[in-house]
């Protein structure tokens, strides 16, 4: 079975985990100095989220040199060093890459921008004329909020799908696959083992000559802080001009080659795809294209039976259809922590479930700590969808607060100078040092599952569920499955179930374990694994 089949894979939003030099951002070295500690979770690969040169206007997820790191970050020695220090741990590298748009500090934006409309230089992004009345090309909106064009000295206009900072590249320009096909090239010589590729879904834009129907309702169905009705939601995503069109499979078909051409390295990518109907997502991971596409239900999900039940297999079940196995994330950088959506018992219970399950689990650097968002005024908020939506979203710097190691003051261990988001003393509770000294932490739940999971449930084969709404006497709250040697039960009633079932009771999510080999009590809210 190749590495990332079934691999669990953790999340490091770099400016987030580790500061080593008191600058209150955290760095590679950082990161480097940490990796013992995440190899002592039991994961098998890290994803870094972008460390590029970039004017940090999105995170990084503007990049001005993609084949740099940024001076906050540390320096191409730095990459080195972290990835030889992960390879020396047994942990493979991810590398986040970002082909939808660059920032507008990158030469070929600035260049553009000196050049005439027409130009070869103008080319490699999307820019256009006005229409007669001079306003934008068209009515998109932007994901971050306001019109997705903005306009140039000479009167052009540039699209940008996020921020204005983040114009998007052409992909019919030849200039745009070659270079990013170098810097493919130039991370996979460098030793990383797949890419994370953001906005995979993106790259290719149709009819930017017309104007949408709905550029409202298409703006507030993408959202997911926006409750819509469902049958609208699904028909305005069915189709999207600037989403998941036909041609982006002939782009990832051509990577695909690139990547098999590194053999035995066993190189991988992962589809960062919100697309819909959840069919299309299949798309993406079929025999010649990627290896994996994010699912994106449980980062949204309710902690309710019959919605977990109907995503969860239907997720198997489309994966199926192209070989493929599924992925499972409850939390990462852009959504709320999963601790703070749904509550402390439910995100340990959803875990231990979602650990037993075919596919690969990934892990958002915090959340095997139990941590909340954290609590931030208006003012420390630097998320440009905050800032271009004039506060309407609140953005995404809740989950990016960085991580607390140690001692019981902010910013608790994780840099010597001012964290660049503020720390709340109420996460005293819930640093590595003290999680580590507590048998029923979060963090020691995680790491005993991880371990488990590997021994008894890596590579064993398909689910077959026992108790759901469609198999079974279903009990309200009740969902059931035996994978191999185990039997997973996840209560998310509020009352204790008895359930009958021979075996030995290997782990709880609340830690209560019932001596009967045959009748236990699997306690409210709660997910239990039996060895059978
Ligand atoms: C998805 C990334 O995860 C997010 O953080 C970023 O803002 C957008 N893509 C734009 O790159």
């Not at 507030?220 to 041609?247: C, H, I, K, W």
């Not at 018992?345 to 479930?353: C, E, G, I, M, V």
């Not at 399950?357 to 931030?376: K, V």
């Not at 590579?459 to 006497?473: D, N, R």
Request: proline letters at 6%.
């Amino acid at each position: 079975m190749p590495w990332w089949k079934e691999a669990v894979i953790y999340q490091i939003y770099p400016r987030s985990f580790y500061d080593s030099n008191g600058d209150g951002e955290g760095d590679l070295q950082g990161i480097t100095s940490r990796l013992e500690y995440v190899k002592s979770l039991g994961v098998d690969a890290i994803w870094l989220s972008p460390f590029y040169t970039s004017p940090n206007k999105d995170g990084g997820y503007d990049v001005a040199n993609p084949r740099d790191v940024d001076p906050r970050f540390g320096d191409l020695s730095d990459a080195k060093a972290l990835i030889k220090r992960a390879h020396d741990l047994n942990l493979r590298v991810i590398a986040d890459i970002v082909p939808n748009h660059f920032s507008d500090q990158h030469e070929w934006f600035q260049s553009a921008l000196q050049s005439q409309p027409g130009s070869a230089e103008r080319n490699r992004f999307h820019f256009y004329d006005a229409k007669a009345d001079g306003t934008p090309p068209n009515n998109w909106i932007s994901l971050f909020g306001g019109p997705s064009w903005t306009q140039v000295a000479d009167g052009q206009y540039y699209l940008h799908l996020f921020d204005s900072s983040q114009p998007d590249l052409n992909w019919e320009n030849a200039d745009v696959n070659a270079d990013f096909e170098e810097t493919l090239r130039f991370w996979l010589d460098l030793g990383v083992d797949g890419f994370r590729i953001d906005v995979a879904h993106g790259l290719v834009k149709e009819e930017i000559g017309k104007d949408h129907p709905d550029p409202t309702g298409l703006s507030n169905a993408l959202r997911l802080d926006v409750d819509m009705d469902t049958a609208l939601r699904n028909s305005l995503l069915e189709s999207v001009p600037y989403f998941d069109r036909q041609g982006v499979h002939e782009i990832y078909r051509r990577w695909r080659k690139i990547f098999d051409s590194y053999g035995d390295r066993e190189v991988m990518a992962v589809a960062e795809a919100w697309v819909h109907p959840p069919i299309n997502a299949t798309r993406y991971v079929r025999s010649d294209e990627l290896h994996q596409v994010f699912n994106f239900d449980l980062l949204t999900a309710p902690f309710e039976s019959a919605f977990l039940y109907d995503v969860i297999s239907r997720s198997i079940e489309l994966n199926a259809t192209v070989n493929a196995l599924p992925t499972w994330a409850l939390s990462n950088h852009d959504s709320p922590r999963v601790a703070s959506r749904i509550g402390d018992h439910q995100s340990r219970a959803l875990a231990l479930f979602v650990f037993a399950l075919p596919g690969s689990a990934y892990i958002f650097a915090g959340q095997e700590l139990g941590l909340p968002d954290g609590e931030l005024e208006n003012s420390d908020r630097q998320d440009p969808s905050f800032i271009r939506s004039n506060g309407e979203i609140k953005g995404r710097d809740g989950a990016r607060v960085p991580l607390p190691w140690s001692g019981d003051v902010p910013p608790f261990g994780f840099s010597t100078g001012k964290p660049w988001l503020p720390m709340q003393q109420s996460w005293s509770a819930f640093t590595v040092e003290i999680e580590k000294s507590d048998p029923s932490s979060v963090l020691n739940l995680y790491t005993a599952a991880l371990a488990l999971r590997a021994q008894h449930l890596t590579g064993a084969g398909v689910i077959a569920w026992l108790e759901s709404p469609s198999h079974g006497a279903m009990r309200e709250g009740l969902l059931a499955f035996r994978r191999g040697s185990i039997t997973v039960y996840m209560n998310l009633s509020g009352q204790d179930y008895a359930v009958e079932v021979e075996g030995q009771t290997i782990i709880t999510s609340s830690g209560d374990f019932t001596a009967s080999h045959i009748v236990r009590v699997v306690p409210a809210c709660s997910t239990m694994w039996i060895l059978n």
